[in-house]
């Protein structure tokens, strides 16, 4: 599973701080950057991407790569 390139956008295009999106979202600002870099492995509908997602206004089926993303 891989989180969206919509997600990736909405953090990068967002005028909060990282580690603040992080904080807000209840995780530690190191381990949503290792989600972002593709280190931190993460499952179908993981809470810590639902949490960050929600901050971002994001509705969850956006936080997550679908197999038409894949191609």
Known sequence: ??????????IRLNNMRMYRIA????IHPSTLSRILNGIERIKEN????LAVGRVLG???????ETERERG
């Not at 599973?1 to 909405?10: E, G, L």
């Not at 993981?46 to 991407?49: A, E, H, I, L």
């Not at 994001?58 to 997550?64: N, R």
């Open 1 to 10: 599973m891989k989180i969206s390139y919509k997600f990736i956008k909405a």
């Open 23 to 26: 904080q807000l979202a209840g």
């Open 46 to 49: 993981d809470k810590r991407v």
């Open 58 to 64: 994001l509705k969850p089926e956006d936080c997550f």
